[in-house]
């Protein structure tokens, strides 16, 4: 075995699992599995088939979704810059097939760094709706706001929040929430050997008290008829099935919807619940040998179906996923909370500490009071421009300054007061020294037949892949398609085989790289 696994887990899984514990501890003996899933936002299943640079074999769980070699590096080709498809691991698609996401839902990712099932939300909504991405980490915001740039969402806002602050400020208000929730981890050991050389210090204790957390805040979250869908990487029965049996107890408005055991689920195991409750053989609701809580026994029968993804019976690593159905009639979600709401509720919330947190925030303020505002009446202006001159029409949503960037925002700004953002929307630009500068995500999200100047590279002689390293390359005037009276000097909309790469810049035969210095092929 080429993983060295805990012995403290291996005894508690073969507790578990019994007679299919050998089958389950061979499964660590194969090698794990790559995928990627098409981003249909840009490329539909059956022309990226058409088109793939790999072998593809279907995942039966998710329909845009392929098993491919790892070992044939799929980072590492034009197509993934371009954002025809997403890097994931085979069992991570399944939570977001199970949302049931359609266009126009509002949809929430609660703890949603690096963004796979982000991305693969967006697909679904096809453009329209709202998708509030969200990641209590700063720094893991990074990836994920990098990632839905890159897959060219244009409908989505990214928060770095507590689902505490996000549920004082949306209440009631998605219709569906993804909950891919912090766990111990122990489905990812063959993926990653670092979780399991650091699993003890991993308390799985600390992750059902933050897992419910955060299962009760989403429960504020929902709008009635809505759908909660909660899932983890681990095998732990006590972030799992406890965890739903007893949001259950305490929130009876809501059910679990069954998943199919036709896609390669196998059903949840209630009958580990009475193993927790007994106590013994390191089983314990908090792993400290606490006993399990009174849940009725409807709660406990309803956690048969959730759903399970079992390395020893499935390709793909180790998952757990619970559908939640809220039972009221499906009606329009509240409005959000205004900022001065917000407020007063936090101060109430924070009592003697709201004098403390108001004295701050006017420190802040005194101290930004100096500072030069950019002008937006001046940026607005030169973003507007730049659309006229650039694209065919202009992109539909809120434009809003922020932070000194232009957006195309689903929400208003007024929404967003008072929550820490880290993208309000769809970044499309700059002003800097009185000129607009368009921005990478805006390349990336629109199509070429949106932009009035179009240059596309070659694949097969290398030229993307000179792009895509910062190059300057030769290109004659006659390779750039243009829409009528329209000059080729200036921006222009980079594109490989027709997929948006990024901008460029001509003029008299020059092309000036224009692909971001951190984004570029290493």
Known sequence: MAVQLPLAFLNRMKTLLRDEYSQFLSSYDKPRYAGIRVNTLKISEDDFRAISPFQLRPIPWCATGFYVDEGLKPGKHPYYHAGLYYIQEPSAMAPAEALNVEPGDRVLDLCAAPGGKSTQIAAK?????????????????KALAKNMELYGIRNAVVLNETPERIAEAFPRF??????????????????????????????????????????????????????????????????????????????????????PEQSGFSPGRPEWLAMLAEGGNG????????????????AIAQTAGCGRLWPHKVEGEGHFLAVLQHKGSIEQPEQTVTAEERRDRRDRRL???????????????????????PDERVMLEGWHTFAAEQLCSVPE???????????????NKQQLHGLKTVRPGWYVGTVKNGRFQPGHPLAA????????KVLDLSLADGEAVRYLKGETLEIPESRI?????????????ITVDGYSLGWGKWQDGLLKNEYPAGWRWT
């Open 351 to 373: 009592d003697g500490r709201a004098g403390k947190s108001r004295k701050q925030e006017k420190a802040v303020n005194a101290r930004n009071a100096g500072k030069k505002e």
């Open 397 to 411: 949503g809120e434009t809003l300054l922020f932070g000194g960037h232009i957006y195309v925002s689903p929400l």
């Open 481 to 493: 398609s243009s829409t009528p009276n329209t000059k080729p000097k200036g921006y222009v909309l």
């Open 174 to 259: 998605f219709d569906k929430i993804l909950i891919d929730a912090p766990c111990s981890g122990e489905g990812m050991f063959r993926k990653d050997e670092d979780m399991a050389r650091q699993w003890e210090r991993h308390s799985v204790a600390k992750c059902t008290l933050m897992q419910r957390d955060i299962l009760k805040s989403a429960a504020s979250l929902l709008s009635p008829g809505g759908r909660i869908v909660y899932s983890t990487c681990t095998f732990a029965p006590e972030e799992n099935e406890a965890s739903i049996a007893e949001f259950l107890e305490h929130h009876p408005e809501f059910e679990v919807i069954p998943l």
């Open 283 to 298: 089983l314990t609701l908090d792993g400290q040998g606490s006993p399990l809580l009174e849940i009725s026994e409807e």
């Open 125 to 141: 909504l096809r453009g329209r709706g709202l998708l509030v991405t969200n990641d209590i980490s700063a720094d893991r915001t």
């Open 445 to 452: 999200a629109i199509h070429p037949s949106e932009a009035r």
